[in-house]
């Protein structure tokens, strides 16, 4: 059974920087896109980042695209999500999520059929 576990997640002042980890178990499936989205009160769940297994293509929305990087290293299972230049209304709940088999990398949270936990990240002003 696949399962993803994220952290990494904590509080942190403006301009700060985190590391969020997905731990995925049992392997990184290729072929997948796997992905980090965020969701703060009141709002729809965001795809924040997301990378095709095979290849390592990577893709990143307008509001973090120059301040988060997403990464997998296949030998610990786990896809990253280095986060820098923090702001306040990067605060949300973090969350990683993988689709079945795919050619491609989609955006819509629809697609994703597995998800980790969710870890928390504050920033402060």
């Known amino acids: 059974q696949v399962q993803l576990v994220a952290s990494g997640g904590g509080s942190v002042q403006a301009g700060g920087s985190l590391r969020l980890s997905c731990a995925a178990s049992p392997y990184i499936s290729t072929h997948i896109c796997m992905a980090w989205f965020r969701q703060s009160p009141g709002k729809e769940r965001e795809n924040v980042a997301r990378i095709y297994t095979s290849d390592g293509s990577a893709f990143y929305a307008d509001s973090v695209r120059g301040r988060f990087t997403i990464s997998q290293d296949n030998a610990n299972h786990t896809v990253y999500l280095q986060v820098t230049s923090l702001k306040p209304e990067d605060t949300a709940v973090y969350y990683c999520?993988?689709?079945?088999?795919?050619?491609?990398?989609?955006?819509?949270?629809?697609?994703?059929?597995?998800w980790g936990q969710g870890t928390q990240v504050t920033v402060s002003s």
């Open positions: 999520a993988r689709t079945p088999v795919t050619s491609y990398c989609p955006q819509a949270k629809s697609a994703f059929s597995t």
